[in-house]
């Protein structure tokens, strides 16, 4: 079945860090992929999709790329703020037939941006 | 427009009793999610629904669960009895079939 694999945190880093958080997918078919961010105390909201590969999502200075030969959706950032601290969870909506399938996300990683 | 609203936000009980969780869709959105996050098992798919109808309830943990989407503007998701094992936050989110999903702020069940 389908499923999301992305990296266990948390990731600690320093304000102005590069960001990495790897994200790695299982699915039949072309998936659309997708990053979403939870802030302390609120529901999750979309960050960045990708609908087919070599896509590259972007938003806030998030950026990722679909890559289908690695089947990776790996997260980056150049310079991150204390603001970006958060869950980022990564996320794969398969299609069937047409249809739209439900969105399958990984366990979330916690970065946590210290000034 | 308000976005998807959860109640209640907070919500502590004894074991045994019912609890019951509601959800206010965006309006015009066609589909509804149920979600519950642990720090366990992270955030686990319970139910959704399409046009009101249950499209896949597999994520539903047993048979103390239930939901139920009576109109396009509210649904419900119970447990009774209540185990200390499902405290948990409950998100419900929606979305107009784009894949993006809009999310409410969750209720934090606590289960004695």
């Known amino acids: 079945g389908n499923s999301v694999t992305q990296m266990e945190g948390p990731v600690t880093l320093s304000e102005e860090a590069f960001l990495t958080i790897n994200c790695t997918y299982t699915?039949?078919?072309?998936?659309?992929l997708f990053w979403y961010v939870q802030y302390p105390g609120e529901g999750l909201q979309l960050l960045l999709k990708?609908?087919?590969?070599?896509d590259k999502g972007s938003n806030k200075g998030f950026e990722a790329t679909y890559r289908k030969e690695t089947t990776s959706f790996h997260l980056e950032k150049g310079s991150v703020q204390v603001s970006d601290s958060a869950v980022y969870f990564c996320a794969l909506m398969g299609i069937y037939g047409g249809a739209t399938n439900k969105l399958i996300f990984g366990t979330g990683t916690l970065l946590a941006v210290q000034p | 427009d308000a976005g998807v609203i959860q109640s209640p936000r907070h919500e502590v009980t004894e074991m045994g009793q019912e609890v019951t969780l509601r959800c206010k869709p965006i309006s015009g959105h066609d589909y509804l999610f149920w979600y519950r996050q642990t720090m366990m098992r992270g955030l686990e798919l319970l139910i959704y629904?399409?046009?009101?109808?249950?499209?896949?309830d597999s994520g539903m943990p047993e048979d103390r669960f239930s939901a139920k989407m009576p109109n396009a503007s509210f649904s419900t998701l119970k447990i009774q009895p209540s185990e200390p094992r499902d405290s948990a936050v409950y998100f419900c989110?929606?979305?107009?079939?784009?894949?993006?999903?809009?999310f409410g702020s969750g209720t934090q069940l606590s289960v004695l």
């Open positions: 989110a929606s979305s107009f079939t784009s894949g993006k999903l809009f």
């Open positions: 699915a039949t078919g072309y998936p659309s």
């Open positions: 990708a609908t087919k590969a070599d």
């Open positions: 629904f399409n046009n009101n109808v249950p499209i896949d």
